[in-house]
DNA sequence: GCCTAGGTCCCGTGC
DNA sequence: GCACGGGGCCTAGGC
């Protein structure tokens, strides 16, 4: 930790904000304030008490006591402006594209904190879409005994086609994959098979995969002679192990501080 | 400021966290960690310094020094578990549903800290689409001349129409409003016009009534003979002074500690 | 409780 | 650089 400061003074508040606000520092100020933001919208938050934090590639988070989302922030910040009132610790943050700012006024200070945090892993995961569009691949009968998978991304005026394949009887089948699945992704599917038909000039299959469904959005897929098979994440995901395998034998993580 | 502890060792921390993780306060805990997640999805995340964040909702954040969003979350936990073992301190947090867990293996810590934030005020906030809505509602003509607002959110099988209107002949007319519109806008707004050609066996115009507009979406919405009309966000979005007014004339800020 | 749709979405990817 | 689409999306609003 580089710094910690309970119930800094404003004085105090300007001069270190200023001097790590703009460098590759983690800080944070607590403490009670008002928020207003103009840019693609406009807001106003009305005195409370905060965690405002600043990460190192200038991010900017409002934080209140609750919730996974913060009540005001600034993805990337261009322009930074410090100032302490009589009345207040004052800090604008601007972006420039789109432009927009976020001003924070605060009337007290609990604590300032400066900190650096070193952390190069990335984060592995598995379960998004294109997972279960390698699972239909390596194994199609997760979707159809006999499927035959053509090709995958096939591209169509109508934009590309997830999975194109064929049935035991030589159908030509068009798979859509969605995690979340809604009443957009039943047009799409709908689009992509009217497009084929059209190409072929023959009867098509139009196949949602899905994890999960709705019965409405399932309705309006029926409606439209469309089908869904479901899949189970469990068997998408791959196991800790295959994880594992992506990653170095080492972690990468380096203790040797950067400053600036 | 309730705690704050600068290298605290596993016991400390154990102790800690066992008491104040499941009661109303804002933890922080930072330090050299790895994170694993399961539920929805899968994920690993070596070793690196966190800053970990449980608010007093229990929403828990696992920030790395870089982004807006944290690298692993739960937005809401409904089981903690802590450990402190020889190597390492163990935090889980379960949520039951989606039935999922994060756990984060602590190899060095870094400080630990609770604080309580007290904020009752809302976020007033201008600029939304819902206000859009509102402005061709209050006027319709900023859409076009002559036009009758007929109902919004009708609901119909295909989801909800925006605002439904009348034109000056008759006509009944789709309103699709979005702020940022994109291909699957026009694919909802012809899905919502098709479905009221079905119900009333008319022809039926579609208007998206955005403040912004890219060409190929432009064409895109006109190859199925809809049509757009842009809206002036700075002729939608209030004033501050607008904004005060819906607020009480004092804050409801109230200093007095919640404790549990 | 599920379902629908928006978000100052953010963010990665492909053109 | 923009634009498109996914996300462990999250979150609010209806029913």
Redo the contacts between chains.
């Keep these: 930790?580089e710094k910690?400061i309970?119930n800094p003074d404003f004085s105090d508040g300007e001069e270190i904000l200023s001097e790590y606000l703009r460098r590759n520092f983690?800080v944070q100020v607590?403490g009670?304030c008002?928020v207003?933001?103009q840019g693609?919208?406009?807001?106003?938050?009305?005195?409370?008490?905060?965690?405002v934090?600043k990460?190192?590639?200038s991010?900017l988070?409002v934080?209140?006591?609750?919730?996974?989302q913060p009540?005001?922030?600034q993805?990337e910040v261009d322009e930074w402006e410090v100032k302490a009132q009589e009345d207040e610790l004052l800090l604008k943050a601007r972006r420039k594209d789109p432009d927009e700012i976020v001003e924070i006024r605060f009337e007290d200070l609990?604590?300032l904190m400066v900190?650096?945090?070193?952390?190069?892993?990335?984060?592995?995961?598995?379960?998004?879409e294109i997972d279960i569009h390698e699972s239909i691949e390596e194994d199609p009968k997760i979707v159809e005994e006999e499927l035959k998978v053509v090709e995958r991304e096939r591209e169509t005026p109508a934009g590309f086609i997830d999975v194109f394949a064929r049935d035991s009887e030589g159908n030509y089948v068009v798979i859509e994959v969605k995690r979340n699945p809604d009443?957009?992704t039943v047009?799409?599917l709908q689009?992509y098979v009217d497009e084929i038909e059209d190409e072929f000039s023959l009867n098509v299959r139009g196949i949602l995969v899905a994890p999960k469904m709705t019965d409405?959005v399932l309705?309006?897929l029926e409606e439209r002679g469309l089908e869904f098979v479901g899949v189970e994440?469990e068997d998408v995901?791959?196991s800790?192990e295959t994880?594992?395998n992506s990653?170095k034998g080492l972690?990468?993580?380096n203790p040797d501080y950067e400053v600036d």
């Design positions: 930790m910690i309970k983690t607590s009670l008002s207003n933001y693609r919208a406009k807001s106003k938050l009305d005195r409370g008490e905060r965690l934090i990460k190192q590639d991010a988070l934080h209140g006591p609750e919730n996974y009540k005001n922030w993805p609990e604590f900190t650096q945090l070193v952390d190069s892993s990335d984060l592995k995961i598995r379960g998004h009443y957009n047009l799409q689009r409405k309705d309006y994440m995901i791959a800790y994880i594992d990653q972690s990468d993580f």
